[in-house]
């Protein structure tokens, strides 16, 4: 069976290097993809409440046999619960629904800046208080840029455990991972194959041929080699077993610098810049 190599987090804890992500899968089918993620040896699922599954991902938890220690789950905060008494009743729920009486990792999803008056700060006091009550093993951030982290660090205790942004060979995200690397932040790369978007690209399929690999395997090894946290998300089961199929080839450097120089900076990005992004659901 493949092991997937653990990433030591700044907290004496370690995360799975690849995980599982289920963003835009559908409630419905979240229990059934999870599962196949299970039985391939996935042990690391990345959800969020925003994406409303995370009932699913406890379903299929809980229909494993698996014991909870051999997950590492994750959730988020959604973004309209930045308040803490809201950013509480949320995270009981995030509990509720998965089931669980403990999450190894919780994120604030966005620093929604334009929002809440500018004020994340207080939303990350309140994760303090989750993560000394230790019904979050480990906290973290997502989406937020060197001065946010700059401001945390000088606001409050906890250094981030992770901080999950948009990476994959077309944003490379230089100066947050910089960051992170410099304050003990692991990075986590959400949209690792830009949804599919770099699969075509001439540099990585030339790179897949050579290797005898496919081309997200490629994209994927590249973000492992280079150290980053990984959860692809797929809903097709070949795909989540090629996905997982990464621990037993190496890109050389040649093949690494090739595929880190197809960074286009922000015109690579394919989500929402996080300085700009105040989205609060209904
Ligand atoms: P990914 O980069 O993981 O790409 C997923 C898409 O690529 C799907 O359309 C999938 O199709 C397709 N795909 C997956 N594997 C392959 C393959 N081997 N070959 C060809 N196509 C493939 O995108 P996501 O946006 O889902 O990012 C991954 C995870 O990151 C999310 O699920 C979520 O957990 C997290 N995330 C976090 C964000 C944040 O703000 N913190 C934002 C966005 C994502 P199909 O399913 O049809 O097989």
Do not use: C
Not at 79 to 90: C, L, T
């Amino acid at each position: 069976m493949t092991t997937v190599p653990d990433i030591a987090l700044n907290n004496g804890r370690t995360i799975p290097q690849l995980g599982f992500g289920v963003f835009q899968i559908d409630p419905a089918d979240t229990a059934d993809a999870v599962g196949q993620a299970f039985e391939i040896g996935y042990r690391h699922i990345d959800t969020a409440e925003m994406y409303g599954n995370e009932k699913g991902v406890g379903e299929a938890l809980r229909s494993s046999g698996l014991d909870r220690g051999e997950v590492f789950l994750t959730s988020k905060l959604n973004n309209g619960f930045h308040a803490p008494e809201d950013a509480r009743r949320a995270f009981d729920q995030t509990l509720a629904d998965l089931g669980v009486d403990y999450v190894d990792l919780f994120l604030i999803h966005w620093p929604l800046p334009t929002r809440y008056d500018g004020d994340f700060v207080s939303t990350w006091k309140t994760f303090e208080e989750f993560y000394h009550d230790g019904r979050a093993r480990s906290i973290g951030v997502s989406n937020f840029q060197p001065h946010h982290l700059r401001r945390l660090a000088q606001e409050s205790d906890v250094v981030p455990a992770v901080n999950q942004v948009e990476v994959h060979p077309y944003l490379d995200n230089a100066e947050v991972r910089a960051y992170g690397a410099e304050h003990g932040i692991a990075t986590e790369a959400w949209s690792p194959i830009a949804q599919g978007g770099v699969l075509h690209d001439p540099v990585i399929t030339r790179i897949a041929t050579a290797a005898g690999r496919t081309p997200a395997q490629v994209v994927l090894r590249w973000h492992i080699q280079r150290g980053d946290i990984i959860f692809p998300k797929s809903t097709t089961p070949s795909r989540i077993q090629e996905n997982f199929e990464l621990f037993d080839f190496e890109l050389t450097d040649a093949d690494l610098t090739s595929i880190t120089a197809l960074d286009q900076g922000e015109d690579g990005r394919t989500g929402p810049n996080p300085d700009a992004f105040d989205y609060i659901p209904d």
